[in-house]
């Protein structure tokens, strides 16, 4: 998976207007370091946190996530939490948008690119750190969650 990227300003503040439409969940792949994962994050609107969870594609089971928009809507900071509810590790992920193939007639992009995030995955104790890359593959109807 190879991306071209660059952090977008204030990418996301309408987070339900481009990715993640209530009810609706968005459904992530990605990789931490070099290993393969899945996510699934929603936007509880009430609320105007996330929930989600993700897991490795090696591995049997997921970990559940929680978290909020970062201030500016330039990306997402989320807890991992194990089967137990201990906290096992943070996410920070910015919004990223491609450089456009053509830009639109205003000289604008036309996306304001929801769908990539990247950043770091941070162990609870913070002795590790591992590089993140996640991008949108379609969304989860909650009917079929």
Known sequence: ML??????????????????RAPYSTIYQGKISDHPIRMRLH???????????YGYNDHPGVLVLTGTMQPGGVGIGLEERDELGHVTGYFRLTFLRHPPPAWNKNG????EGCGDL????????GNETQKVIIHSVGELDPAYD
């Open 108 to 111: 604008r992009f036309p996306s």
């Open 43 to 53: 936007l509880v609107v009430v609320t105007g946190r996330f929930d989600g969870a």
């Open 118 to 125: 990247a950043g770091n995955w941070r162990s609870a104790s």
């Open 3 to 20: 991306f071209c990227t660059a952090p977008v300003k204030a990418a996301c503040r309408d987070w339900s207007r481009h990715v993640g």
